[in-house]
């Protein structure tokens, strides 16, 4: 069974803070995603690698960056945390041929206040 | 570019009642697409992918190039449907709607 973990489950941040959010999967995928999940607005893509040390921009990347060094752990960093970043992320993997059918991480709740 | 609609934020239904969310894609090449759910307090799962042609927990969809969509249906729902649910389009991105939250009403 396929395993995507994420650091936190919830985390509360201070405006200009920076923060890590981490996650690790388990089934040696070379696709990682990170998405925000807000209400009416569904998931958008923040970044993505489909290699180790690979990272390739999404629909929303501004604010954000990422760090994959291993192929289980794929890393979002907000250099400096505002509040308009308060959300839901959601980590995703899959395999290199099926980059749609992705497993996903129970997600980490972040406010930034 | 490739999009995906889903032109119902909201749908509420009584049990028993069948069921339909609406799917619409745009894409150039030859689509493939998926259903994901998302149960109160699980993470997102996939449910079922076009190709596979398969139906889970009574859930089909039809995968429509001439009206370029891919609605899921369901003949009778139950309680237990209740969820938010997210149509994806393959491709190098993959390519999600905004979701469709289902009620589903005792």
């Known amino acids: 069974d396929v395993k995507v973990t994420q650091s936190s489950r919830y985390l509360v941040k201070r405006t200009g803070e920076k923060v890590f959010l981490e996650c690790v999967q388990d089934?040696?995928?070379?696709?990682m995603f990170w998405y925000r999940q807000d209400p009416g607005l569904g998931l958008r893509l923040i970044y993505f690698s489909y290699d180790v040390k690979m990272k390739e921009k999404g629909d929303i990347p501004e604010g954000y960056s990422v760090s994959r060094e291993k192929k289980e752990r794929f890393s979002l960093i907000l250099e400096s945390a505002s509040t308009n970043q308060t959300s839901m992320y959601l980590c995703?993997?899959?395999?290199?041929?099926?980059?749609?059918?992705?497993?996903f991480g129970p997600g980490t709740r972040l406010t930034v206040t | 570019a490739q999009r995906v609609t889903q032109p119902e934020k909201l749908l509420s239904v009584f049990k028993g009642a069948p069921v339909e969310l609406k799917c619409n894609y745009s894409y150039s090449g030859s689509p493939e697409l998926f259903w994901y759910v998302q149960y109160s307090r699980q993470r997102l799962q996939l449910l079922l992918r076009h190709i596979s042609r398969e139906s889970i927990k009574g859930f089909t969809a039809d995968l429509n190039k001439g009206e370029t969509s891919f609605h899921l249906k369901k003949p009778f729902a139950q309680e237990e449907d209740s969820a938010m649910y997210y149509c994806?389009?393959?491709?190098?991105?993959?390519?999600f709607g905004r979701g469709t939250s289902l009620i589903v009403h005792p």
């Open positions: 995703a993997s899959s395999f290199p041929d099926r980059a749609t059918e992705q497993y």
């Open positions: 994806a389009l393959r491709g190098r991105r993959p390519t």
């Open positions: 089934m040696d995928h070379e696709n």
